[in-house]
């Protein structure tokens, strides 16, 4: 076979290309790997993803390397035999209990913490109704008496009472509902989550929590965030600042400066977010909207430009045409703030 | 039919390449009908399911690249993709309804009707009997109708493309209550109840495929070919065969509730209190969880339905390949086993943040973590038989090496995702799209390419051409990693799968680029299948004839006549007196050594061992 | 073409017998997929009921005379077999033609069970309980049918050339007869305990 040389060493040559990109497009892109997590129990499941990464990578690399060079070493020659070397107890032994033992490992710490994240909330804990349906989310705050009134499913009208509070309940009377998440930082919120037509799921990506929301029962989920929307904005406007080149890339953007075009109108102001082209009722694009295409016409290179950031809800179970966009806000805050949001809520059931 | 084995013909005991058969006549004439339609023959309907899976491959491909299209350039008007799908793509934009069902559509193909069905029915209907050593099936009448079932299901699958409000559109999963109300989503109507028509015609052909396959490997092997004597891949259909059987009828169960829900009034899996766009259904009590139980129970071991008989054909391969035994032979057969066994007990670790009892989950863990063993036992014995060995590089051993990488680079992103308290960040993003993609997706289509390499010069007794076969293999295995591996950061960030766009949100807006350039890729390697395609027709017609045992293999199938016959063996069937991979041993003149070549005729080469 | 089952396609004599073992084999997996099938419907009634709102009705007696029935049917059934085995025809007859009857009064009895109950208001899209009931005996009556049509083929065949060469099919038909026997004594058995009052 003249051309087993050839193969083997193609072989050996894109794995090793392989395993170099993998690391390579890590240290390229850093902030793709697991963004830090602003929840308590987040900060140890990413800690069990780490070690979980720790233990892998090493495995990866060798037995990939090892098939890589083995590929390499033998390509076939015909004045030579393969070993006949059918088995060896010894070594298979090993390679069952070795990963037996790391794999309990890794059990015994996942289980401890899941029996944590999944343990019962603490008494004092903030508690949030989350009603998710097609494709929105409520939220429900049971107000001074601590004590959430009855929903009833033949009240819910997604315009007026979207998760049908039952208003004879006296309980419901000082109930504050809202679009939006607030929560303080620094202390437990527990999410008793619930739905009203099909299976969502209430995802919190940067708290790290996820629980479906399922028709006919009631799940839940607490956390304790530890830094609110206004610090991690700031944090992420200092890692991120920079002068970037006009291209695809600075949509959702912000612009550190405000950019003018050669007749002096403003393409985009300081703190503006560097937008798409916008779509007509026609659902037509409106190219005259598009902050980059206009930046790159007025023949800006480069702008000083940031990452916005913000927490989001999002759903992450499939529930229809609306899913991808099912998203709500959801605000950190400190203690003062959230009790002065809180003080300025009316009651639903005085609109009624 | 009158059989012609009556006929007088050496035995094929002589393991040279020319083996001496006589060409004897064949006293019927088939007519075509009965030959390539309606033919009982296990190769020909091996052909049957061959043929009907590329074309599905070819549909759940298109699909992918049409979703591709639409995440890669969100909003971009391709006036192409507008005149191929009318109203579901207007102005050429794919609308939402239509992304869904492509997701549902794509999946369900790619699982249901090319790797289970096409994977599983091409191979084991193939090399079973000619593996075993026996003129057919147990009963090819089944095996007809399993094949016929099968074609039907496709067409149902197919037909919901024609649907007024379109195909089925939950995912391949069909969680209720979503699929079962058609009020929710327009595609859990009409095209729902075509789905589940379709999957219960595709079960009844699994069925009917799996206890045929059963039944003919433990009764019908021939003479001295013990159950240790069998090459893995018969192992591993064998297990595969009987992991269907036992999990399609609960799948079955599940549908047919799902189908009462739908239309009966009942409310197994639909609660009460359920409000859809402000109307009050009038259901009671069901439990959506419930179908989850149901459809994970045969959705777990349906993963290892795709994956374990790719494994089974790589072992052979890398074996015949490195013409060197397969290291661990009973432990590769024990893994399979254990894998099997376990493929049962570790179906809520797809239910982790479902809502279900959390220490139920803790059960779940444990046991998914375990299978993680049997499948590193697997990858040890594949790495260990390429150590010192002596490599050819056909095409389907360059599939079967990008089998092992993909293998490993999937399966170890399991071993996060099997710890609950990790996945609540990766479950439903696309860490477990890449997760899944490469070590079910990807590497059973791999198996798949390196069955169909390798065993090509037996079913159309013609090569295929090398140097198209290594392009495909180097411009397959570059796209599918360029596409695949970065859905891992995505999915660590936490992008959710099933997303029709990405442009809705801040946080996923850094990956703009990303989704481009995995979209590109998308094109490039399904561009590259075309290099496959053109290969196998062009090959089955005008390829270099094949020789009698093109690869220099063991395993009985190379003892059969180069043109195909019926009854596969002319004289008797050859016997069987020892195991499938003595490759290069020491003290006989070749590196190989043929199932039935007997010891007396191998004096210089036995050992103590041996018998 | 001979498009029977169990042709001779091919193969050897040599082979016949292993196809002889291998379809008698083929019938056990078949009856697994069954169990499986009612284990995964008796298994999801059982979870169903663990989450409350679970209606207890009054058993119709009917079902107690079917599963007598049944029981019966099985008893001839096996003097079929036994009777095929020492090749005594007229007793074939009688215990197949006997086998057959009792099977039919059973899916008749069957199906007045379920009129009985949609008379007290019990109905399949009711409470869950009453949704598995109809499901549940509905599809052991539809595999009983399967049986039932089985079993007719053997008796025209066996009318049309009484021959004793034939053993496979009055064994497929003997086992999947016992068979559907004990599967439904459990449900009945399963049913009574979950959903009767
Ligand atoms: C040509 C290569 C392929 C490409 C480009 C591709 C692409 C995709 C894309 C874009 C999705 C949708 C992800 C989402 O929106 O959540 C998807 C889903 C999926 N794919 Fe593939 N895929 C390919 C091959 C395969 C193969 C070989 C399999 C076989 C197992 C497969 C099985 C699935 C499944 C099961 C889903 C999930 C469907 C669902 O969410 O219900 N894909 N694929
Ligand atoms: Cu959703
Ligand atoms: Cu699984």
């Known amino acids: 076979m003249k051309n087993s040389r050839l193969n083997a060493t193609l072989f050996f040559v894109a794995g090793i290309a392989f395993l170099i990109l993998v690391f390579y497009a890590h240290f390229q892109n850093p902030q793709w790997y697991l963004p830090a997590a602003t929840s308590v129990h987040g900060l140890v499941t990413d800690h069990l993803f780490d070690i979980t990464m720790w233990i892998t990578l090493p495995v990866f690399v060798i037995t990939q390397g090892l098939l890589f060079l083995f590929v390499f070493l033998y390509p076939h020659r015909d004045d030579k035999k393969a070993d006949y070397y059918p088995n060896n107890h010894k070594l298979e032994l090993i390679w069952t209990i070795v990963p037996a033992i790391v794999l309990t490992w890794l059990i015994v710490q996942g289980l401890q913490t899941w029996a944590n994240i999944k ?59 809202s679009k939006e998440i607030f929560i303080p930082v620094g202390k437990t919120v527990l999410f008793n989550i619930q739905a009203k037509d099909v299976i969502h799921s209430f995802y919190l990506p940067h708290f790290r929590v996820k629980m479906d929301a ?103 179970e499939l529930c229809g045409l609306g899913h991808y966009k099912m998203r709500a806000a959801i605000t950190v805050v400190t203690q003062q703030e959230y009790d002065k949001w809180m003080s300025e809520q009316t009651p639903d059931f005085e609109y009624q | 039919m009158e059989t012609s084995t009556q006929t007088q013909s050496t035995a094929v005991h002589s393991h040279t390449n020319d083996v001496h058969i006589h060409e004897h006549e064949h006293h019927h004439h088939q007519s075509f009908i009965s030959k390539y339609i309606f033919s009982l023959d296990h190769k020909t309907i091996g052909k049957q399911y061959l043929i009907t899976a590329i074309f599905m491959a070819i549909v759940g491909m298109s699909l992918s690249l049409l979703m591709r299209a639409q995440l890669g350039w969100p909003g971009e008007q391709f006036s192409f993709i507008g005149k191929l799908l009318g109203k579901f793509a207007e102005g050429g934009i794919i609308k939402p309804e239509y992304y869904y069902a492509l997701v549902t559509l794509h999946g369900t193909i790619m699982v249901f009707f090319v790797l289970t069905g096409g994977l599983s029915g091409t191979f084991f209907n193939l090399l079973i009997p000619l593996q075993i050593g026996t003129r057919d099936m147990a009963s090819p009448l089944l095996n007809a109708l399993s094949y016929w079932f099968f074609f039907a299901s496709s067409c149902v699958m197919l037909s919901s493309f024609f649907v007024m409000a379109g195909p089925a559109s939950g995912g391949w999963t069909i969680y209720p209550p979503l699929s079962a109300l058609p009020e929710a989503t327009p595609g859990s109507g009409t095209g729902m109840t075509l789905w589940l028509v379709s999957m219960s015609l595709f079960i009844a052909s699994g069925l009917m495929g799996g206890i045929n396959y059963i039944s003919t490997v433990i009764n019908m092997r021939t003479k001295g070919m013990s159950l240790w004597k069998m090459p893995l891949t018969v192992w591993s259909f064998f297990i595969t065969a009987i992991l269907g059987v036992l999990s399609f009828p609960v799948l079955f169960s599940g549908a047919i509730m799902l189908v009462f829900d739908r239309s009966f009034g009942t409310s197994f899996f639909l609660p009460d209190g359920l409000v859809v766009a402000d109307k009050l259904l009038n259901h009671s009590g069901g439990s959506p969880i419930l179908w989850q139980h149901l459809f994970w129970f045969l959705g777990h071991p349906e993963v290892y339905i795709v994956l374990l008989p790719a494994m089974g054909m ?60 049997p499948s590193a036992v697997k990858t040890f014995n594949w790495l260990t038989t390429l150590y010192r060995s002596n490599i050819i590089f056909t095409p389907a051993m360059l599939y079967a090496l990008g089998f092992v990488s993909l293998f490993i680079t999937g399966g170890i992103t399991g071993i996060f995702l099997g710890n609950a308290a990790v996945d609540i960040q990766l479950h439903d993003t696309y860490f477990v799209v890449a997760h899944f993609h490469l070590v079910m997706g990807a590497a059973s289509f791999f198996g798949l390419f390196a069955g169909v390499y390798h065993w090509f010069p037996k079913m159309f007794s013609k090569m295929m051409n090398n140097t198209l076969g290594k392009w495909h293999f180097w411009l397959t295995i570059i796209s599918l990693y360029c596409v695949f591996f970065p859905m891992h950061y995505m999915g660590m960030a936490g992008v959710p799968r099933r997303y029709y766009a990405f442009t809705e949100y801040e946080w996923t807006s850094m990956f703009t680029d990303l ?18 395609i053109f290969n196998f027709f062009w090959s089955m017609f005008k390829g270099k004839p094949a020789t009698a045992n093109p690869w220099k293999a063991n395993t009985l199938e190379w003892t059969t006549p180069i043109k195909p016959v019926h009854g596969n063996w002319p004289g008797e069937i050859p016997e069987v007196h020892r195991w499938p991979y003595d490759y290069s041993k020491p003290g006989h003149e070749e590196d190989y050594i043929p199932q039935h070549i007997p010891y007396s005729e191998t004096g210089s080469s036995n050992r103590k061992g041996d018998y | 073409m001979n498009l029977s089952l169990f042709n001779n396609n091919g193969f050897t004599l040599a082979q016949t017998s292993q196809r002889k073992s291998a379809i008698r084999f083929s019938i056990w997996i078949f009856m697994a997929t069954v169990t499986m099938l009612f284990a995964a419907f008796t298994s999801a009634l059982i979870v169903r009921q663990g989450q409350g709102n679970w209606d207890l009705f009054r058993f119709p007696a009917i079902f107690n005379f079917s599963t007598i029935f049944i029981v019966f049917s099985s008893v001839t059934m096996q003097w079929a077999y036994l009777s095929f085995q020492k090749q005594k025809t007229k007793e074939v007859w009688m215990a ?88 439904w004594v459990y449900l009945f058995l399963f049913l009574k305990y979950y959903c009767a009052a």
């Open chain 1, 119 to 177: 343990s019962p909330a603490p008494a004092d804990a903030e508690v949030i109704e989350v009603t998710a349906e097609q494709f929105a989310w409520n939220f429900r705050w049971s107000g001074k008496d601590g004590k959430f009134g009855r929903n009833k499913p033949e009240l819910m009208k997604a315009s007026t009472n979207p998760i049908g509070i039952d208003f004879d309940d006296s309980l419901s009377h000082d109930d504050i509902t």
């Open chain 1, 214 to 316: 399922v028709p006919g029962m009631r799940t839940n989920f607490w956390m304790n965030p530890t830094m609110t929307s206004a610090d991690k904005k700031e944090d992420v406007k200092r890692t991120t600042k920079g002068l970037k080149e006009v291209d695809e890339r600075l949509y959702g953007q912000v612009s550190d400066e405000t950019y003018k075009d050669a007749n002096g109108n403003v393409i985009v102001e300081k703190g503006g977010i560097i937008k798409r082209a916008e779509r007509d009722q026609n659902g037509n694009l409106v190219k005259s909207t598009d902050v980059v295409l206009r930046l790159s016409k007025a023949g800006i290179k480069k702008i000083m430009a940031y990452h916005d950031f913000n927490y989001v809800l999002a759903c992450a």
């Open chain 2, 314 to 373: 790589v072992s052979e391969i890398l074996s015949v390949n490195a013409r060197k035994p397969i290291f661990g032979y009973k432990a590769m057969v024990y893994a399979i086993m254990a894998i099997g066994f376990l493929s049962f007990i570790v179906w809520a670790h797809h239910m982790f943040q479902s809502g279900m009892n959390p220490f139920l989950g803790s059960v779940f863990v444990f046991t998914t973590l375990l299978i993680a063993i």
């Open chain 2, 515 to 532: 989704n481009r350039f995995i979209s590109i890729w998308a094109l490039i390697g399904g561009a590259a299948q075309v290099l496959l």
């Open chain 3, 96 to 183: 197949a033609g006997i086998t057959l009857f009792a099977g039919l009064v059973f899916a008749f009895s069957q199906i007045s069970g379920w009129n009985t109950l949609y008379d007290s208001g019990i109905k399949l899209s009711g409470n869950a309980s009453h949704s598995f009931l109809f499901l549940i005996s509905g599809a052991h009556l539809l595999h009983l049918i399967g049986g039932v049509v089985l079993l007719i083929f053997f008796i025209v065949r066996f009318s049309v050339t009484p021959s004793f060469s034939d053993k496979i099919t009055i064994y497929s038909c003997t086992v999947i007869w016992h068979f559907l026997t004990a599967l």
